[in-house]
């Protein structure tokens, strides 16, 4: 179905035969306006940026380009076509048609999902909000803007499902949504990583490569769900996502390619040259892998969770390419192995695979991740730098699951809190570290230009030139 | 087409490992799976990927937009690809020109097939594509060495007795020899014999009536529409070998098939999609085809509107009439063209696309509309005119707006 543009909210939801839930949207979308001016993009509401707007959901309607105001972004509700006669593809209810309302049994523990998931969209642009002064081009400031955009329309989507779904204590959800602020004491958002700060445009590119991979993988298993609404809008919110890892893989991609540019001039590794060239070491880019490694890697919760056992077996939540996996999307009697720590060793053991999901999840975005990785490296490689980026062990700097209470080295050994206290500032950032990129950030706007530490990308948005300007500040 | 094996070049879709993010959006949006991965890339299955370009859009990297030629006999392969950490360099074959459409089971489009398709879709104004959300299409699995042998299932008459053509509804059933069509396909029928010089009759094309899964749902049969040709082009009497031979079929009858035939006149499958058919006579049969394809599925409620413009020269000539006339008005708006009603203006179906006005030219601007036109050459430019007015009297530019279509697929016309 075609997106509606002439409505107030577009939407391919046929809103308008639906008065009560119209209005209740239309009563919502003043109160988002006004969070997207106190807490969007700084000083940005004049700016024409040159965005992407899905203009239907069919793979044709993806390529709408033009520069627009922010606020004037035509945030809607799109979800992917329904599917006739779709059935649950796993757990208990397998065969069975998708739910298309949800059963009173599920309410609220979906409802849950959907405010945690729902919880993350505006976090982002909270955290990324002051990153636009400090943008290393126009490139990157209209990159950055798109992402904080599509995040907005994502909060739109799970507003929807709370107020097409699940009534007044949906609409209340909304509401809270919109009143929880990221790093906030008294009211903060739901998960912790969405409470750190995104001081600069490192960590945003590295937010953007790990975290939003973390949310490609939340989405795509709850675009499993039985419950059609969810899993159609999941669906559609992918699509979206993945310029937002584009952006982070590039992002870091490119940074990477400047310093060994600059390595190769200056014929150094000299961290301390390096610096005095303006450009980000080596080292320092894998500590901030590992950082946000780590982190991300804790949003997937315990590795073993009755929760997530629960969320399949009811069939609220997938894994990744559930429909693709050969085997009986039961999984009553499979086993999955995960890590365990026992006395001083790191052993592995298998466990009920129910149970291990949550580790199965993340076991499947560290692949991805590996191979993001890889890319990088290959890009070091090509300048014929010797130096290889690798990710730390899955239980370093963790502060959920089993890994909680134990220190783990990058390679993988168990050390004592003595050892930590002296090595970690080795495989994290530190605050000096943290204020040499810091002071790197100039805001650089000229088209066509770039700052010092990051190179420029092989292509522009939309096979528009590199020097296209992306933002017109007018 | 005509060029040996040899030289036989296909174009391969590829992803470029290096750009190249792994978001898996190409794979969510391939509606054919032609695209899978492994935890080092996304590659392109050569044999699967119908050039729909579904994926091309929402990649966020333009990685998916790679293409390099290859011999047809010898693409990439999955794992070849599937060990790449960057695009293999441009050879020779990348200059040299691409050979015909790719057919699936690597036989070749005849020439006389080639030469009826190029005359039958010139008034596109450039090459034609099939929708994105079209099927794929089997193209070329019979050739006239290796028919394919049809029982006649049945045959009887659709235009009234008095009328002054004789158009036969034709059933053909396969038994256990697979024979995949899809709507707006062709098929071809060598009648037996020889011609006045002694050789073997040229192949004859015609246009399959029925949907995709038959002409009796889930039976390996298909349906045509034809005309008993009783004279030329020129009005002169001459009797048409092949029609006659068809429409003079019996019940148990065997006859010779090729095909199928055509990868481009074929119907959208996405939800939401709109069809404007324009046709004329036997011109219907592919109209027949699609608007059956839609009537079954009418209880899923996909959407769409289908809007059909249809001229004969009077009811008792129109093939079909009875059954279209039974199809409710929510699930098609149907205009019918009378030209030789006693005592009634002529009326010809741009007449009423004209009559029409608005919503013709709202579902031509409309991307969800696809408009399929099929009939006689004839009615072709007055079709075109149509249009053409319309749309500047919208305030619009037809020439452009053809352009866009062609380009996005939503335009096609076989007519001869």
């Known amino acids: 179905m075609a997106i509606d543009y002439s409505e107030r909210i577009p939407n391919n939801v046929d809103l308008s035969n639906n008065k009560t839930l119209q209005r209740a949207l239309e009563n919502w979308q003043p109160a988002f306006l006004d969070w997207w001016g106190d807490m969007g993009p700084e000083g940005s509401p004049n700016y024409d940026v040159y965005l992407r707007t899905a203009v239907s959901v069919d793979p044709t309607g993806w390529a709408h380009f033009d520069h627009v105001k922010m606020p004037d972004y035509r945030w809607g509700i799109f979800l ?22 949800v059963p009173g049994e599920y309410r609220s523990t979906l409802r ?34 798109q992402v904080n955009v599509e995040e907005g329309r994502h909060l739109w989507a799970m507003v929807y499902l709370l107020h097409a779904h699940f009534g007044r204590d949906g ?96 014929k150094t590794d000299d961290v301390a040259r390096l610096r005095a060239a303006g450009v980000i070491d080596l080292p320092t880019l894998q500590k901030y892998m590992n950082f946000h490694f780590s982190v991300t890697s804790d949003l997937y919760g315990s590795e073993i969770s009755s929760n997530a056992a629960t969320y399949y077996t009811t069939g609220l939540k997938g894994r990744f390419e559930e429909t693709k996996l050969d085997d009986d999307h039961k999984l009553d009697n499979n086993e999955y192995e995960v890590m365990d720590v026992a006395g001083d060793k790191i052993l592995s053991r298998h466990v009920a695979a129910l149970s291990a999901l949550n580790e199965r999840l993340r076991d499947d975005w560290i692949t991805d991740v590996q191979a993001g990785m890889d890319r990088w490296n290959r890009i070091v490689a090509k300048t014929g730098v010797n130096f290889k980026f690798t990710l730390p062990h899955k239980g370093f700097h963790r502060k959920i699951g089993m890994f ?34 810091h002071s790197l950030m100039g805001r650089v706007v000229e088209p066509g230009k770039f700052a010092g530490w990051i190179a420029p990308p092989s292509r522009g948005i939309n096979n528009q030139p590199v020097n296209f300007d992306y933002v017109r500040f007018n | 087409m005509n060029a040996p094996q040899e030289h036989d070049i296909a174009r391969q879709h590829l992803i470029d490992p290096e750009i190249c993010i792994r978001c898996n959006t190409c794979e969510e949006m391939c509606p054919v799976d032609a695209i899978t991965h492994d935890s080092r890339n996304y590659v392109v299955k050569f044999d699967v990927c119908n050039w729909c370009n579904a994926c091309i859009g929402p990649c966020p990297t333009g990685a998916i937009d790679s293409i390099r030629n290859v011999l ?28 015909a459409a790719p057919s699936p089971a690597g036989s070749e489009t005849p020439a006389e097939v080639q030469q009826i398709t190029d005359v039958a879709t010139a008034g596109h104004g450039g090459p034609a594509l099939a929708p994105w959300s079209a099927s794929h299409p089997y193209v070329n699995l019979y050739s006239a060495k290796n028919p394919v042998s049809a029982t006649v299932t049945g045959n009887f008459r659709l235009t009234a007795e008095d009328a002054s053509s004789d158009i036969h509804h034709i059933v053909l059933d396969f038994g256990a020899t697979p024979f995949p069509v899809l709507e707006g396909q062709s098929i071809g029928i060598i009648p037996p014999g020889l011609d006045e010089n002694g050789k073997p009759h040229l192949l004859r094309m015609y246009s399959v009536a029925s949907p995709r899964d038959g002409e009796r749902p889930h039976y390996n049969n298909l349906s045509l529409t034809v005309k008993r040709v009783v004279e030329d082009h020129e009005g002169q009497p001459a009797r048409g070998v092949a029609s006659n031979y068809v429409c ?15 990868s481009t006149y074929l119907m959208p499958n996405h939800p939401g999609a709109s069809i404007m058919m324009i046709c004329t006579g036997t011109g219907s049969a592919p109209m027949r085809a699609m608007t059956e394809r839609r009537r079954r599925r009418m209880d899923m409620k996909e959407g769409g509107d289908l809007m059909l413009f249809f001229g004969a020269r009077s009811p008792g000539e129109l093939p079909y009439f009875g059954p279209l006339q039974k199809l409710p008005e929510d699930f098609i708006d149907i205009n019918f063209a009378f030209s030789r009603v006693p005592g009634e203006p002529k009326q010809y179906v741009q007449d009423l696309i004209r009559k029409r006005s608005d919503k013709v030219f709202q579902m031509l601007k409309d991307d969800n509309t696809y408009i399929y036109i099929c009939g006689l050459k004839g009615m072709e430019t007055g079709v ?28 096609h016309i076989e007519t001869y």
């Open chain 1, 80 to 101: 992917t076509p329904q599917e006739q006669n779709k059935k649950i593809t796993f757990g208990d209810h397998k065969g069975d048609d998708v739910w298309q309302e």
């Open chain 1, 112 to 145: 849950r999902i959907i405010v945690t998931q729902g919880d993350t969209e505006p976090a982002s642009v909270e955290q990324q909000r002051h990153l636009g002064l400090t943008a290393p081009s126009l490139y990157d400031l209209r990159n950055l803007f």
């Open chain 1, 171 to 266: 609409r209340e959800e909304g509401e809270a949504l919109l009143e929880r602020r990221s790093g906030d004491a008294d009211n903060p958002r739901i998960l912790t990583a969405f409470n750190e700060q995104t001081p600069d445009w490192l960590s945003f590119f590295m937010f953007t490569f790990f975290t939003d991979r973390d949310g490609k993988y939340q989405l795509a298993s709850l675009a499993e769900s039985a419950f059609d609404p969810l899993a159609r809008t999941c669906k559609f919110m992918l699509t979206e996502e993945a310029h937002h890892l584009f952006v982070g893989e590039q992002g870091v991609g490119r940074a990477i390619q400047r310093t060994c540019e600059v390595m190769n001039e200056l």
């Open chain 1, 404 to 437: 909680a209470d134990v220190h783990v080295a990058p390679d993988g050994r168990l050390i004592s809190e003595a050892e930590w206290t002296h090595q970690h500032q080795n495989w994290l950032p530190t605050a000096d570290d943290r204020l040499y990129v």
């Open chain 2, 72 to 99: 047809r006999a010898q693409p990439f392969s999955v794992e070849e690809q599937l060990t790449w950490d960057v695009l293999p360099d441009t050879r020779e074959l990348d200059s040299m020109p691409v050979s």
């Open chain 2, 248 to 262: 003079d079929l019996a019940k148990g009858d065997k006859v010779q098939v090729t095909g199928p035939y055509g």
């Open chain 2, 384 to 411: 075109l005119e149509a249009f053409r007015d319309i749309c500047r009297a919208h305030g619009a530019d037809w020439e452009t707006l053809r352009g866009d279509m062609l380009r996005k697929a939503r335009f």
